[in-house]
């Protein structure tokens, strides 16, 4: 640590607390620190660039909990933590928390010797956003001797404590630190200039390694904590963002999107799907199109290879606005809008056919701004089509069909999987599950087949199928199905929430376990809405 200053408060005042200040400098001096600002009155501690900041927190122990209140600065990025089992303050575990500028929070874990930092697991993204001025609460834990486990969680002010904690890492080197150390709320600032770090509420207690098993490791850290960067990776599925591609500044999506590439290092993000209902009714709104194709384009930037999925609204089969008379565009059946017949024909205006309409979309997503394209069951369409990537040196196959595919798409779909015995494949339609988490048995009323038929002749029969995906109907729920030993999860998403709502699903693959974490994030939020896991057996 570059430069410290230990803060200590005294009830003494005058020629009292400046003698014990000026004891204090000389021993910084003579210690080869900087001296950083601290003001009593304000518990301030001012960054400045290429040093660090610390701040006494307690006496010394060996197994503690510590924690502290900070205030997110104007300027960044910086990260805050605290130093347990510090001999100095160039030396310990830091526990710590990072604020990028997007508001993006993320835990980590490193060790301290003469200066030198080494990683501890890798930074787990946490389920918040804390943008400027917000406050944030950081408690964290060193346990242990043989094995040193440190924990760690956070919150915004305001927002319930989590019940478990968030992040963890072990420390079983010859070089761990298994001596008794002094705490310091430690803090660096990587902006160009000096920034001032407000803080509060500073302690630290004795605890114990049994309570800290009993408070737990939540999901997300278990896969962070497990995974330690080699056995996991994760994939990102957007829900139906039909009502954001209205919203003419773009914000939800745009914000996703970004949010997404952003974190890709912090999730090992190695896909990106969406399951369809991409636009409102873009095929008579090119605006809506465009908003979307512009989002989507944040992950091509970044790297991030994605598939979309043709939902209803990306169809012909939607785009009137329900009103008896009017050719007014909506989120209606278009068959039904006056214009359709002097548009295209009366012959034409029927929903099953106007379903299978998807020149708009296809112009504005054509299968070469997918990524890792294998095939297609119709020349030059995204309406059905298969891709591929790798992960921890394991195959997967993404495979893309229409809503309520025609029974020609569903007999190329069992033959795609059926060639494909070493992939583990993904399955995304638009309608799959019900809002109650069944498997739906209807066609929708103007689809060829239904979910269960897809089912019964590929989902059920093949042992490679791990995962179906979809949105459309219902909020976010899941399911499992098992046939001859072979575990499909299905995953349902669809939140129509508005401009201040962009849910996003991660779902974290342990490929040596088979562990798969879904957890719902909602970027503009900063916030998460729910956490679960299940297993698959991964092909390797």
């Not at 070493?422 to 638009?430: A, E, L, S, Y």
Request: with cysteine.
């Amino acid at each position: 640590m570059t430069g410290a200053l230990i803060e200590r408060r005294s009830a003494a005042r005058g020629g009292a607390a400046r003698a014990l200040l000026c004891g204090l400098l000389v021993t910084f001096l003579a210690l080869g620190f900087v001296p950083v600002e601290v003001t009593a009155a304000s518990r301030t501690l001012t960054l400045t660039p290429g040093s660090d900041a610390g701040v006494s927190v307690g006496k010394k122990r060996l197994t503690s909990i510590a924690a502290a209140t900070v205030t997110v600065p104007a300027s960044g990025p910086v990260e805050v933590g605290l130093q347990l089992r510090a001999s100095g303050p160039n030396s310990g575990y830091r526990a710590l928390i990072s604020f990028a500028a997007d508001g993006t929070v993320s835990g980590a874990f490193r060790k301290v010797d003469g200066g030198t930092e080494t990683a501890l697991g890798t930074p787990t993204v946490l389920a918040f956003q804390a943008r400027a001025r917000a406050r944030v609460h950081l408690e964290a834990a060193v346990v242990g001797t043989r094995v040193v486990k440190l924990y760690l969680r956070a919150w915004l002010h305001g927002q319930p404590k989590p019940s478990m904690w968030l992040a963890s890492a072990g420390d079983a080197s010859d070089a761990r630190l298994t001596s008794a150390g002094s705490t310091y709320l430690w803090a660096r600032s990587g902006a160009p200039g000096p920034v001032r770090l407000a803080y509060e509420k500073t302690t630290s207690k004795p605890f114990s390694a049994a309570r800290a098993l009993k408070i737990g490791l939540g999901d997300a850290g278990r896969a962070a904590a497990a995974g330690g960067g080699q056995d996991t990776f994760s994939i990102a599925v957007i829900p139906d963002t039909q009502a954001e591609t209205n919203n003419v500044a773009n914000t939800p999506f745009l914000n996703r999107t970004r949010w997404l590439a952003t974190n890709r290092a912090a999730f090992d993000l190695r896909y990106v799907l969406h399951t369809g209902d991409v636009t409102n009714w873009g095929w008579l709104d090119p605006g809506q199109l465009s908003r979307a194709r512009a989002a989507m384009n944040v992950l091509t930037a970044a790297g991030l290879p994605f598939a979309v999925t043709v939902g209803n609204h990306d169809t012909a089969a939607v785009g009137w606005n329900g009103v008896r008379g009017s050719t007014g565009y909506g989120g209606s059946a278009y068959m039904y809008n006056p214009e359709c017949k002097r548009r295209l024909g009366a012959a034409a205006c029927k929903s099953w056919l106007l379903v299978r309409r998807t020149e708009a979309f296809n112009r504005t997503f054509p299968l070469s701004a997918m990524g890792g394209v294998g095939g297609q069951f119709a020349a030059g369409l995204t309406d059905n089509y298969w891709t591929t990537f790798r992960a921890n040196d394991t195959d997967w196959l993404v495979l893309t069909l229409e809503l309520w595919p025609r029974t020609g798409v569903v007999d190329w779909a069992r033959d795609v999987v059926a060639s494909h015995p070493g992939h583990n494949v993904i399955i995304q339609t638009h309608n799959y599950l019900t809002g109650a988490g069944r498997i739906a048995a209807s066609n929708g009323g103007y689809g060829a087949t239904s979910p269960r038929y897809l089912y019964d002749k590929v989902v059920s029969r093949y042992g490679n199928v791990k995962l179906v995906l979809s949105g459309h109907t219902g909020g976010f729920t899941s399911r499992t199905d098992t046939n001859a030993g072979n575990t499909v999860i299905s995953y349902l998403g669809n939140d129509l929430g508005g401009p201040s709502h962009n849910p996003v699903r991660v779902l974290t693959i342990n490929t040596s376990t088979g562990d798969v974490t879904s957890t719902v994030y909602d970027p503009i939020r900063h916030g998460t809405a729910g956490t679960s896991t299940n297993a698959i057996a991964v092909i390797r």
